[in-house]
């Protein structure tokens, strides 16, 4: 069984600033993937980033970036230079490799994240 | 390039009703996911399809769900003599054909917003 913790019900950063929003992960799959979402107040769930267990670099796109530490089985987001655009919930998820049931993804509580002015 | 399409975006029913929740894949996808949201959670995993096929269903109430994707047309969650409690957001993804690999990114649609009366 997998399982994602997000340990952070809510956050808030100054506009402009760097914020990190924490997930660790357990899972019994010796290859796995590692995703975010954002869930604007809009209620849609946008693809942010994805990093893959056996990836050597952390995954980067734009202002995101994923610092991933295997060992301690953590996927924080890094949001950069943070925008009023970036306040949402969001929601950390992963899924396995094996055939079937492990394509499902599962998903942490989610963090919402308020950015002020 | 449109991105999954779900209908209605919002439903209301009665006790007793059923809803129907449609969602077409990105062009491209064979691979169908239904999760559902319920208020100030995260989402979580109900069935996945591929065409004419169920692949696993675990996330899926026994009783009064049902989903399909057929040959042609898009893919339908059915909930038959809807309760109170079935009000939530239900979101579908898509993904390209694969050998199952965790890279495989699931996209989302908007999602159709139940509420039962």
């Known amino acids: 069984a997998q399982k994602i913790t997000q340990t952070q019900p809510g956050m808030f950063v100054q506009e402009k600033e760097a914020v990190t929003l924490d997930c660790t992960y357990d899972?019994?799959?010796?290859?796995?993937?590692l995703f975010w979402y954002k869930q604007p107040s809009s209620g849609e769930m946008i693809f942010l980033i994805y990093?893959?267990?056996?990836?050597?670099q952390n995954a980067t796109e734009g202002r995101y970036s994923l610092n991933f530490q295997k060992a301690r089985k953590s996927a924080n987001l890094v949001i950069s230079a943070s925008q009023l655009g970036d306040s949402a919930m969001y929601f950390c998820?992963?899924?396995?490799?094996?055939?079937?049931?492990?394509?499902?993804?599962?998903f942490g509580s989610g963090t919402q994240l308020t950015v002020l002015p | 390039n449109a991105g999954v399409m779900q209908n209605p975006r919002h439903l209301v029913r009665r006790r007793g009703q059923e809803a129907r929740l449609r969602c077409s894949p990105m062009?491209?996808?064979?691979?169908v996911y239904w999760y559902r949201q319920l208020p100030e959670e995260g989402l979580k995993f109900m069935v996945y399809?591929?065409?004419?096929?169920?692949?696993?269903e675990s996330g899926m109430p026994k009783e009064r769900f049902s989903a399909e994707f057929p040959k042609e047309g898009p893919s339908i969650l059915r909930i038959q003599q809807v309760v109170r409690g079935d009000s939530a957001a239900y979101f579908c993804?898509?993904?390209?054909?694969?050998?199952?690999?965790?890279?495989?990114?699931?996209?989302f649609g908007p999602g159709t917003r139940l509420t039962v009366l």
């Open positions: 990093q893959g267990s056996y990836d050597q």
């Open positions: 062009k491209g996808h064979s691979h």
């Open positions: 993804a898509s993904s390209p054909p694969s050998g199952g690999r965790s890279t495989d990114t699931q996209y």
């Open positions: 399809l591929q065409k004419e096929n169920i692949i696993d």
């Open positions: 899972t019994s799959d010796p290859s796995y993937g």
């Open positions: 998820a992963m899924r396995g490799t094996s055939s079937g049931s492990a394509r499902q993804l599962t």
